[in-house]
C-alpha cells in the first residue's frame, strides 16, 4: 500500500533504492521527488543528464500497488532501461512498434504481472490503450525527455501534446515529468501542455562547477585551437558545424601529431564505431565530431571540450560542454566562433523550411546563445541565469571572472542606433540601419529618402563590424525588436534609458578581428580595462 505518511513513504523508498537497486543514498532532491509521488502528488523534475531521473519514478512504481506506465520517445532509450530493471529482477516490458511479442506483453499487463511499462506515446495514445488501461490498477505515469511536448525543440513529438489528457482520463493517479533542458519557456510549455498545474516543481542545479567555460571570438580557429590544444593533456572532443570541417580538422590536426580521429553521420557505420572504441577506450586522444557525435557516450574522463563553431543555442552549448568532467575532476570548455558561423546559422533557420514561427523561437535561440558569447561579465551565472537558477556570486573560474575583458563604451553608439531605428520610422532591418548610419548612398536609402535623416551619417567613424555589434546588443536584450507583422525594428520602453543617457552600455572590445583603432576614432570609441 502507498504509505500515508512521508516518513514512512521515505523510509520504504530508501529500503527499494538499497534492496532492489543496490544504491546507498538518494541524491537530493530524488528523496523528495519519490515521496511526493508515493503519498500522490504530481511532480515535474528538471535535472541535467546523468543526475538520476529513473529513480524518481522507478522507486515510486514499486513503492505503489499496480502497474506504472512510463513514456518515453525513444526506443533505444526504453530497451536500455527495460533490461536494467529485468537484470535487478523487476518485472519491466516495453510496447512500442518494435517490441517483441507485444501480445505476451499485453497479456502480461492484463494479468497484473508487470510492475513497469514502458510505452511509446503513440501506443499509449491508441483509444484500445487507454480503454484497457482504465480497466486496470495503474500505479502512476511517468513521461520522460518531457521536452519533447516543446513545439519549438528539436526533440518535439506531436504525440507528446497529447499526454495532457491523462490528468481527466485518470484522476487520481500520480504523473510526473522529467527533462534535462529546462529554460524557463519550455518549463512553462511542458506544465501547461501536459496539465501539470498543481505539480510540483524540483530543480537540481544545473550548475557543473568543475567546468572552466571560455569562449573567443575571431578569425584563425586553426591558431587559436592549436594554443588551447597544447596545454591539454587529456581525451577531448572538438566540435564543428560541418562534416567537411570535421573531416579538415582531424586531418590537421593528425598531420601535426595528435591522436585525432573525426566523426560524423556521413562515415560508414563501421568506422564511426571503431572511432568511438578507440576513444572510449583512450586509444585516440581527440575525436573531431559533428553533434552526431555525444548522445549517450559514457565517458567520464572526458578533460575537454572544444567548439570550433557556434552551437545554435545554449542547450546545445550545454549538453556538448556537458560531455566533459563527468568524473568531477577539472575540465575545460572552450569555444572559438567567427561571425561567419552566425551567418551561416541564420541561414540554415532561415533555409529549414520550418513555420515562421519556430523559426523565429530558433532565432531567439540563436540570439540567447550570442548574448552568452557577449557576456562581459560571469559566464556561469549568465548560463544558469537562462535555466532560471541564480549563482549569488561570480564563480570565479570561468574566463571573464578570470581575466575581465577589455571592453569599449558603446552608450553613444547605441543611442544613435535607436535613434536611428526610431527616425526611419521603424521600418528598417539592421543592415539598412548602419547604411544610414554609416552615410552609404544606396538605392534603397536613396529611394526611402533616408539620406535626409538627420541621422545620416552621424556614425561613419565606427565600423560596419562594430555597429553589427551594437545591433545585437540591442536586439539580445530585447531593446529593439522585430516588428511583430511584416519587416523593420521597433523600439522597446526599456530603450528609454540608453537614449536619455540614463544608461551605459560597455561591450566587449578587440573581438572578430575588430581592426585597430582609426586615427581619431579613440577618442569615442574609449577603451577600458576593468
Ligand atoms: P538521467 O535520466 O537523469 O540522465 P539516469 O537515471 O540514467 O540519469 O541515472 C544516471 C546514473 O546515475 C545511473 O547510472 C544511475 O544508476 C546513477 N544513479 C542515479 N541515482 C543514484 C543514486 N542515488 N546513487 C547512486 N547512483 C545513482
Ligand atoms: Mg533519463
Redesign the pocket.
Known amino acids: 500500500m502507498p504509505s500515508s505518511s512521508p516518513d514512512l513513504a521515505l523510509a520504504q523508498a530508501q529500503k527499494i533504492?538499497r534492496e532492489a537497486?543496490g544504491?546507498?543514498?538518494?541524491?537530493p532532491p530524488?528523496d523528495a521527488i519519490v515521496t511526493r509521488l508515493i503519498g500522490g502528488g504530481d511532480a515535474l523534475v528538471l535535472?541535467?543528464?546523468?543526475?538520476?531521473?529513473?529513480?524518481?519514478y522507478q522507486i515510486p512504481a514499486l513503492a505503489r500497488p499496480g502497474t506504472a506506465i512510463v513514456i518515453s520517445p525513444l526506443i533505444a532509450l526504453m530497451d536500455d532501461?527495460v533490461q536494467a530493471l529485468q537484470r535487478r529482477g523487476i518485472a519491466a516490458a516495453a510496447l512500442h512498434s518494435a517490441a517483441n511479442a507485444p501480445d505476451a506483453i499485453e497479456h502480461r499487463l492484463r494479468a497484473g504481472a508487470l510492475r513497469i511499462l514502458y510505452c511509446a506515446p503513440e501506443r499509449l495514445l491508441q483509444e484500445r490503450m487507454l480503454r484497457l488501461l482504465r480497466e486496470l490498477s495503474i500505479s502512476l505515469f511517468a513521461i520522460?525527455e518531457a521536452h519533447c511536448v516543446a513545439q519549438w525543440g528539436h526533440h518535439f513529438r506531436p504525440e507528446y501534446r497529447q499526454l495532457g489528457r491523462l490528468r481527466a482520463l485518470f484522476p487520481g493517479v500520480p504523473r510526473i515529468a522529467?527533462t534535462?533542458s529546462a529554460d524557463l519557456a519550455s518549463r512553462a510549455e511542458i506544465q501547461q501542455s501536459l496539465a501539470l498545474g498543481n505539480a510540483q516543481v524540483f530543480v537540481q542545479s544545473f550548475d557543473r562547477p568543475n567546468i572552466r567555460y571560455r569562449i573567443e571570438q575571431g578569425s584563425g580557429a586553426r591558431e587559436a585551437l592549436a594554443e588551447f590544444l597544447r596545454r591539454q593533456r587529456g581525451a577531448g572532443i572538438v566540435y564543428c558545424l560541418s562534416r567537411r570541417k570535421v573531416e579538415e580538422t582531424a586531418s590537421w590536426l593528425q598531420s601535426v601529431g595528435y591522436r585525432a580521429q573525426p566523426y560524423h553521420a556521413g562515415l560508414p557505420a563501421d568506422q564511426r564505431s571503431a572511432h568511438q572504441i578507440d576513444f572510449l577506450s583512450g586509444k585516440i586522444q581527440i575525436m573531431v565530431a559533428t553533434i552526431a557525435f555525444g548522445m549517450g557516450i559514457d565517458k567520464a574522463d572526458v578533460r575537454f571540450v572544444a567548439h570550433l563553431n557556434l552551437p545554435k543555442s545554449i542547450e546545445a552549448y550545454y549538453q556538448e560542454t556537458g560531455r566533459a568532467g563527468r568524473d568531477g575532476k577539472p575540465a575545460e570548455a572552450w569555444m572559438h566562433y567567427s561571425l561567419q558561423d552566425l551567418l551561416l546559422l541564420r541561414q540554415m533557420i532561415q533555409q529549414s523550411g520550418a513555420s515562421s514561427e519556430q523559426r523565429c523561437a530558433e532565432e531567439e535561440r540563436l540570439q540567447a546563445m550570442l548574448d552568452l558569447t557577449e557576456e562581459v561579465g560571469c559566464r556561469r551565472q549568465k548560463l544558469l541565469g537562462y535555466f532560471g537558477e541564480k549563482l549569488d556570486q561570480p564563480c570565479g573560474n570561468c574566463d571573464n571572472c578570470l581575466h575581465a575583458p577589455p571592453l569599449w563604451d558603446a552608450s553613444e553608439a547605441a543611442q544613435m542606433a535607436l535613434s536611428a531605428a526610431y527616425r526611419s520610422g521603424q521600418r528598417c532591418g539592421v543592415q539598412h540601419l548602419i547604411d544610414i548610419l554609416i552615410g552609404r548612398d544606396t538605392p534603397r536609402v536613396r529611394q526611402a529618402q533616408h539620406h535626409r535623416l538627420q541621422v545620416f551619417g552621424i556614425g561613419r567613424r565606427l565600423p560596419p563590424r562594430d555597429w553589427q555589434q551594437v545591433f545585437r546588443h540591442l536586439l539580445a536584450r530585447g531593446h529593439l525588436q522585430p516588428h511583430p507583422e511584416g519587416s523593420g525594428l521597433i523600439l522597446h520602453a526599456s530603450s528609454r534609458p540608453i537614449l536619455r543617457k540614463e544608461q551605459r552600455i560597455w561591450l566587449r572590445s578587440g573581438t572578430a578581428n575588430t581592426c585597430s583603432p582609426e586615427p581619431g576614432r579613440r577618442s569615442w570609441r574609449e577603451r577600458r580595462s576593468r
Open positions: 533504492l537497486f544504491h546507498r543514498e538518494f541524491r530524488q535535472m541535467p543528464t546523468g543526475g538520476g531521473k529513473s529513480l524518481c532501461q520522460d522529467l534535462a
